[in-house]
């Protein structure tokens, strides 16, 4: 079975997820809708990693590099700036995405497994996940027109 293997993947990405838009929120301090919701949602993608627990305990977890590998890509620290923002958002909005398919893959195992418990997780947390996906779209289009427009 590799189970295990997804379910580290997933708490990787998860991790890396929270780790980002933390950083994304701190560095953007003089956005403050931004700040505010990069920890709410950094704090979210925290609370997956304890809800996942329960399933990690029951199947066990492989280690794998690949989100910390996409985060240290697209994560090098902030930038400043409209267009800085910008590209912190998409690239919230990629790890977001890859957090999201991972969250798909589990749960078609979840459905193959009959494992009701590990469905709910899923549930809530891929619910979430959409959510912040749709946020950061939304702010992305906000972000958009000003930092690539208007003059600096």
């Not at 929270?18 to 700040?35: I, K, L, N, S």
């Not at 280690?63 to 912190?88: I, M, S, Y």
Request: aromatic share 6%; with cysteine.
């Amino acid at each position: 079975m590799h189970l295990p293997t997804y379910l580290g993947l997933l708490r990787d990405a998860e991790a890396s997820l929270a780790d980002a838009f933390h950083q994304v929120g701190a560095g953007h301090g003089d956005e403050p809708d931004v700040e505010q919701l990069c920890k709410v949602l950094g704090d979210q993608a925290t609370a997956h990693l304890q809800a996942l627990q329960p399933i990690v305990d029951r199947y066990g977890e492989q280690d794998d590099a690949e989100p910390e590998r996409l985060k240290a890509a697209e994560f090098g620290g902030t930038r400043q700036g409209g267009v800085g923002l910008l590209r912190d958002l998409q690239d919230l909005y990629a790890l977001a995405s890859f957090v999201d398919i991972t969250w798909t893959v589990v749960k078609q195992a979840g459905q193959a497994l009959r494992d009701e418990q590990l469905l709910n997780v899923v549930s809530s947390c891929e619910t979430q996940t959409s959510q912040q996906l749709s946020w950061l779209s939304t702010r992305i289009k906000q972000a958009a027109p000003q930092a690539l427009i208007a003059a600096s």
